[in-house]
Each structure stands twice: as C-alpha cells, then as structure tokens.
T-cell receptor, first 114, second 114 residues
Framework: NAGVTQTPKFQVLKTGQSMTLQCAQDMNHNSMYWYRQDPGMGLRLIYYSASEGTTDKGEVPNGYNVSRLNKREFSLRLESAAPSQTSVYFC?????????????FGPGTRLLVL | AQSVTQLGSHVSVSEGALVLLRCNYSSSVPPYLFWYVQYPNQGLQLLLKYTTGATLVKGINGFEAEFKKSETSFHLTKPSAHMSDAAEYFCAVSDTGGADGLTFGKGTHLIIQP
C-alpha cells in the first residue's frame, strides 16, 4: 500500500495563477482532509470530506475549493493564488486502526506564491 | 471549541536524558488526544493516541503519554533520548475522534544534544 500520496511535491506560482493539488489514498478510507502548515502555527484544517460526495469547511477555507472526485481522490484548488497561501499542504485520510479512528498523512506539497 | 497549547516551541535535552513535551487541551466533551511526529521534509506520523480506557498510553519509538483529566494535560515522555528523536512534535485534540478533522497545537521542536 502506498498510503496517502500527493502531487506535486513542490510548486512555484505567481500571484493570480491557479492550480490544483492532488491527493489519493489506497486504504479505502471514507474521510479525507486538507491541512496547511505554517511556521509557528501548527496544522490548520482547510476542508474535509466525510464521505464521497460531501465536503465541509474547516478552520481556514477562504481562497480554496475542494472536490471529492471519488472515494480515493480529494483535490484542493487555488483559483487565484496569493502570497498568503505560501505554505506546506498536507492531505490526510482517516480510517479504523485497531478499532479506533486514526488519521494518516501524505508527504506534503510545498507551495510558494510570488 | 477545542484548543491545544504546547508549552515551549523548542525543547533541548542531552542524549540519554528524559524527554518531556507538554500539551494542555481544552474540550467541552471527553477528548480524543493524539501525538504526531514530523521529521524534516516529511509528513506526520502518529506516535500514540488516547481515546478511552487506560490513561497511560504507550506509543512507538519508546514514547508514552498520560491523560490527566484533572489537569487537562497529555504530556509526552521518553525515558532516554536518542539522536534520532530530533524532530517536530505535535499534540492534537478532537471531540469526535477525528472524523471532522483534528485541532493541532503549534508544535515543539525537540533538539537532542550529543
């Protein structure tokens, strides 16, 4: 199992450009998440999807859109990138581990917006 | 609303010494508590989690944490630090087991002195 995979690993954008971050999981998990990590801020939830066809806002959703394409894939889109969106983005999926809900994280996408 | 406070953005210990990373939480209901570790340029890896039952939780790599309801704490400890423990550590809380995402602390960078 590859677990949670993310593409691309690195990306540089100019202000106003758009891009989509891709995430896929092969663990048959229902729930998937997008977080951003900024220095000294920990991780903050952007959006999550409790099941295929549903999405909900997290703590910091402004400037982002998401699509739960199917059970495996959950993408994050920046329609018009801003320097404040420079961050490391982590995708996660959640499933049962020894009977308890556990989140598993991807390796991250580093995004720089100039 | 739930929140997590990690005391000390940086903690430095000597190799072989006790590691103590502090985490206090606030939650309106019995919480689910997690510790994650992040090595440089990698995603987050689950160290241990508390859901219900025994308040002393053992995790991977020799780490353990104790849930103390009266102190609203979930401190992470390891009896003897190893150079390979140098990393960023995050405490996280959820009221729902994580189904609607986790709330993370800002992280503690653990430095191991030779």
């Amino acid at each position: 199992n590859a677990g949670v995979t993310q593409t691309p690993k690195f990306q540089v954008l100019k202000t106003g450009q758009s891009m989509t971050l891709q995430c896929a999981q092969d663990m048959n998990h229902n729930s998937m998440y997008w977080y951003r990590q900024d220095p000294g801020m920990g991780l903050r939830l952007i959006y999550y999807s409790a099941s295929e066809g549903t999405t909900d806002k997290g703590e910091v959703p402004n400037g982002y859109n998401v699509s739960r394409l199917n059970k495996r894939e959950f993408s994050l889109r920046l329609e018009s990138a801003a320097p404040s969106q420079t961050s490391v983005y982590f995708c996660a999926s959640s499933g049962l581990d020894r009977g308890k809900e556990t989140q598993y994280f991807g390796p991250g996408t580093r995004l720089l917006v100039l | 609303a739930q929140s997590v406070t990690q005391l000390g953005s940086h903690v430095s210990v000597s190799e072989g010494a006790l590691v103590l990373l502090r985490c206090n939480y606030s939650s309106s209901v019995p919480p689910y508590l997690f510790w994650y570790v992040q090595y440089p340029n990698q995603g987050l890896q689950l160290l241990l989690k508390y859901t219900t039952g025994a308040t002393l939780v053992k995790g991977i790599n020799g780490f353990e944490a104790e849930f103390k309801k009266s102190e609203t704490s979930f401190h992470l400890t390891k009896p003897s630090a190893h150079m390979s423990d140098a990393a960023e550590y995050f405490c996280a809380v959820s009221d729902t087991g994580g189904a609607d995402g986790l709330t993370f602390g800002k992280g503690t960078h653990l430095i191991i002195q030779p």
